[in-house]
């Protein structure tokens, strides 16, 4: 597979090179990137300064990319093994050339256990997980492991972004306009946040009502949760945290 990644990134590489447009840093940049993709090393191994990596962004190079790999094991070592499979796992990747234990991550995933249970109602398959001994992190679901689950929260995890939600305070069932959004953790503000949603309401902002979903979730409605002081105001310049719920007050 890095191989054929390699290869994508040359070929893209070198024909933004014969480019006319193609001068300055993004040039000297990309010439050192098609080096080193000859010689078999993917672009994030080749220490690019900031500057550099800036003037390149827009290629959308693969191998500049942080990497998930995702070890498929069968049931017992998803189940009762799992620290000993993770083990094994980091072992293996710790054998590759270009492997970086800082950037890249690593799960488990079971295609047998998952295809057994994928007939089951979600509640059927908490008990049959628990039934198991599935021990998933504190306050999670036992089906908090599976796959839809725990790839995209790896993927957050390895492009540093965040989840915030935002609606028109009605139940997603009853609105068009409840949405997730994928934020940057270094800090999206809630003006931000609205000029994602639309520029009338980023001009129009009054206010952010926010919430954490763990907490929103432990109430009846949005309704209830602001009664019970659980929904709290910020202003323009509130840096989202991951998980916050957001209504945004405008005019």
Not at 136 to 144: K, V
């Amino acid at each position: 597979v890095e191989l054929e990644l390699l290869l994508a990134d040359l070929a893209h590489v070198e024909r933004r090179l014969e480019k006319t447009t193609c001068g300055g840093l993004e040039r000297d940049t990309l010439e050192a990137v098609a080096e080193g993709l000859q010689l078999g090393a993917p672009a994030r191994t080749l220490g690019l300064s900031d500057a550099a990596a800036a003037a390149i962004k827009s290629m959308g190079l693969l191998t500049l990319k942080p990497v998930l790999y995702a070890f498929n094991v069968d049931e017992v070592d998803f189940t009762f093994g799992r620290e000993e499979a993770l083990t094994r796992a980091r072992e293996v990747l710790a054998s590759l050339q270009h492997y970086d234990p800082v950037r890249d991550q690593c799960v488990l995933v079971s295609a047998k256990l998952e295809a057994e249970i994928s007939a089951r109602t979600a509640s059927e398959q908490r008990e049959y997980l628990e039934s198991l001994g599935v021990e998933p992190e504190p306050g999670r679901a036992p089906d908090s492991l599976l796959s839809h689950t725990v790839l995209p929260l790896a993927i957050m995890r390895l492009l540093d972004l965040s989840l915030a939600y935002t609606g028109p305070g009605v139940p997603a069932e009853r609105s068009r306009t409840t949405r997730a959004h994928l934020v940057p953790s270094d800090g999206l503000t809630a003006a931000g946040l609205a000029a994602k949603l639309h520029g009338d309401i980023q001009k129009g902002f009054v206010r952010a009502e926010v919430a954490s979903a763990a907490v929103l979730l432990q109430h009846p409605d949005y309704a209830a949760a602001k009664e019970a002081g659980c929904v709290r105001g910020e202003g323009k310049e509130y840096a989202l945290r991951s998980d916050d719920v957001v209504l945004v007050k405008w005019k």
